[in-house]
C-alpha cells in the first residue's frame, strides 16, 4: 500500500456550484464508499443547489485529485424570536478513514467554512452528529448541547418489532385501528394547534424550497381534501418496516391533533408498516404516539449547535431547547 504522504493533503473551500465537475463525482464516491450507500450525484446538487442561497458550502479534504474528506453546510431561514436569520445545518461529515492522519483535520475544515459562512450572514451552524462523532465535536471544536431529540412511536405490528411474536401482530393491530378512531373522537374537542415555537423553520415560500431538496421520489407527499398536508418515508430497519413522519400540517401551516391523527390514519391503511415514528417535539395533548423512554431510544440524537454571530444570536436563547420547533424534518438522514 502506498504511503500516503500527509504534507500533500489540501483543504479547498466551494460553494455547490463551482465544485469542478471531477471532484463532485470523487464527492459522491468517496461518500457512498464510507456510508456504504448508492446515492448518485443528482441527489446532491439537489440537495445543495435548492437552498436559500441556491448554493451550499463546502470544505474539502483533497490527496491526489480525489476528495478524501467533506465538510457541507446547508443554508436554511429561521425564525428566531421576532427575526428571521439564516442558519447552517452540518451534513455529509467524513473523512476515508486511511486518511485520518491528522486528528484536527475536520476542525480545520469546518473553521474553514465558518470565515465564509460569516460573510454570508450565516449566524448559527446546527448539527446532529452520531455517537462517534459527537465527543470529537463537543471537545475538539466546541460545539454546545442543545439537547436530545425525541422520539414518538405508534407500534402497528409488534410481534415485527419485537421479531419473536408474530402472534401479537393482530391484535396490535386492533388496538392501532381502534387508537386512531378515538384520537379522531378527541381531535373534535381538542381543536387547540400547536403554539408557535420561539426558533422554527421560516414557513410560506421558505418552506416550499425547503421541501425540493428535503424530499425524494422515495418520499409520499399527501395532502388531503380538507389541506391537511403530511410527509413521510418507509424504510426497512434490519427486519422492521419503519414508516418515519417527518411533517404534518394544515392550511395554516399548524400542527395539530387532527391532522397528526389524519397523517397516522394514512400510514395505517397505506403503508403495511410494522411501526410509525416521528423524531421531534409534540407540544399538544395527544393519545396517538408514545413517547420513548430514553433508556429503549435505538441511538441518542444530540443537537448541538456553534453561534458564529453572537451580536445576532444568543447563546443562552439557542442552547434552551425549549425554544424550538427541530426533529427529523429539520436534518439530512431520513
Known sequence: MKKINVSELEYKFYLTSEIPSHLFDSLTSSYNEVFEKDIDSGHFRNKYLNTILSNSFHCFLVYENKVVGNCSIIPFEYKYFDKIVRFGLAVDV?????????PFSLRKMYKILCKE???????LVIAI???????????IVKWKDIGLLNYYVLPIKLGNVLVRNSFLNIPNYIFSFLLVKFSFFLSLFFRASEKKSKIELKQGENLKTFEKHRYSSNHCQITTKGNCSFRFITLLEGTVKTTYLLDYYNEKFEKNYLTLTKAVSHILKKENTDLIVFVGKIAFPQLLLFKLPRSKEPKKLYFTSDVLLPDIIDEKEINNIENWNFGLLNYDVR
Open 117 to 123: 459562512l460569516i460573510q454570508k450572514n450565516i449566524s
Open 94 to 102: 467524513f473523512i476515508i478513514e486511511k486518511y485520518r492522519k491528522d
Open 129 to 139: 452528529p452520531n455517537d462517534v462523532a459527537y465527543p470529537y465535536w463537543k471537545r
